[in-house]
């Protein structure tokens, strides 16, 4: 069952921005703190930016200052909001618990930066 799905992902030119979402089931979201990870061919998944129950929130060195994580419980729902966007940013897209869980890893979504 799938239990985390990504959208939001596309083509866009470097500068531009593009908000990625993630719904989920609320037992994930109620209990635990999301992240957001991408991953490119032949490189290790890296968390970008991760967010707890209570709003605080990590940014990887890369995105730091460009992304921005949100959180709405309600909507079951994890945001990123990525601007000012790199040709380095193209990548997959993923959500989800902060610490990962392996169960949870689903398609993600896409992004590619053209430059």
């Given at each position: 069952?799938?239990?985390?799905?990504?959208?939001?992902?596309?083509l866009?030119?470097?500068?531009?921005?593009?908000?990625?979402?993630?719904?989920?089931?609320?037992?994930?979201?109620?209990?635990?703190?999301?992240?957001?990870?991408?991953?490119?061919?032949g490189?290790?998944?890296?968390?970008?930016?991760?967010?707890?129950?209570?709003?605080?929130?990590?940014y990887?060195?890369?995105?730091?200052?460009?992304?921005?994580?949100?959180?709405?419980?309600?909507?079951?729902?994890?945001?990123?909001?990525?601007?000012?966007?790199?040709?380095?940013?193209?990548?997959?897209?993923?959500?989800?618990?902060?610490?990962?869980?392996?169960?949870?890893?689903?398609?993600?979504?896409?992004?590619?930066?053209?430059?």
């Amino acid at each position: 069952q799938v239990q985390l799905v990504e959208s939001g992902g596309g083509l866009v030119q470097a500068g531009g921005s593009l908000r990625l979402s993630c719904v989920g089931s609320g037992s994930i979201f109620s209990l635990n703190a999301m992240g957001w990870y991408r991953q490119v061919p032949g490189k290790q998944r890296e968390l970008v930016a991760s967010i707890t129950s209570g709003g605080s929130t990590i940014y990887g060195e890369s995105v730091k200052g460009r992304f921005t994580i949100s959180r709405d419980n309600a909507k079951n729902t994890v945001y990123l909001q990525m601007n000012s966007l790199k040709a380095e940013d193209t990548a997959v897209y993923y959500c989800n618990t902060f610490p990962s869980y392996g169960p949870y890893w689903g398609q993600g979504t896409q992004v590619t930066v053209s430059s």
